[in-house]
T-cell receptor, first 117, second 112 residues
Framework: GAVVSQHPSRVICKSGTSVKIECRSL??????MFWYRQFPKQSLMLMAT?????????EQGVEKDKFLINHASLTLSTLTVTSAHPEDSSFYIC?????????????FGPGTRLLVL | GENVEQHPSTLSVQEGDSAVIKCTYS??????FPWYKQELGKGPQLIID?????GEKKDQRIAVTLNKTAKHFSLHITETQPEDSAVYFC???????????FGTGTSLTVIP
């Protein structure tokens, strides 16, 4: 149980284009999903918290107009990188909040590797 | 806010030996501590977690200990195998809260 999928797994795009990444909770409903960015050999950097039916909460320093987040249903959140530039190249990982026993924990997707040329 | 520190950043052990990774946290209100294993090019996978109402939890070769007074918790892997090689992240959170605060990761290499 508690499977989270991401699509696409990797994407290469030209500078200036927009890229949409989907995050789905496959066997549970997630009112909250998170989007992280990870640079090589570094920890996870929280970008934003996505709440179903409401606006996302962005971490300090993350441009909300550049990283558009939509959480339209209890099983789907999307991250759109608008007008992508080479510095946006990174590994993007989503996670979904779910209960494990009496504890709420996060289950991660497999990640999406974005390369902007 | 919460600050989680993790040591060591890299760890190499011989197959069959034990590996220990330590984390400290700063917010005494944190009461949930998960550990994640991340293999190259993949997302983190939850391997074990502990709540602050217990001091130790074990799952086969993996165990986690928690010292609330000192605000530190550790991951113990016994009888290590090459497939244990990965990056391990600790995290701290509040059970009823949403945000996880992650450590900086430990790259574990198990040498056959």
């Amino acid at each position: 149980g508690a499977v989270v999928s991401q699509h696409p797994s990797r994407v290469i795009c030209k500078s200036g284009t927009s890229v949409k990444i989907e995050c789905r909770s496959l066997d549970f409903q997630a009112t909250t999903m998170f989007w992280y960015r990870q640079f090589p050999k570094q920890s996870l950097m929280l970008m934003a918290t996505s709440n179903e039916g409401s606006k996302a909460t962005y971490e300090q320093g993350v441009e909300k107009d550049k990283f558009l987040i939509n959480h339209a249903s209890l099983t789907l959140s999307t991250l759109t990188v608008t007008s992508a530039h080479p510095e946006d190249s990174s590994f993007y990982i989503c996670s979904a909040h779910n209960k494990r026993g009496r504890v709420e924990t996060q289950y991660f997707g497999p990640g999406t590797r974005l390369l902007v040329l | 806010g919460e600050n989680v520190e993790q040591h060591p950043s890299t760890l190499s052990v011989q197959e069959g030996d034990s590996a220990v990774i330590k984390c400290t946290y700063s917010d005494s209100a944190s009461n949930y501590f998960p550990w994640y294993k991340q293999e190259l090019g993949k997302g983190p996978q939850l391997i074990i977690d502990i709540r602050s109402n217990v001091g130790e939890k074990k799952d086969q070769r993996i165990a986690v200990t928690l010292n609330k007074t000192a605000k530190h918790f550790s991951l113990h892997i016994t009888e290590t195998q090459p497939e244990d090689s990965a990056v391990y992240f600790c995290a701290a959170s509040k059970v009823t809260g949403n945000q996880f605060y992650f450590g900086t990761g430990t790259s574990l290499t198990v040498i056959p």
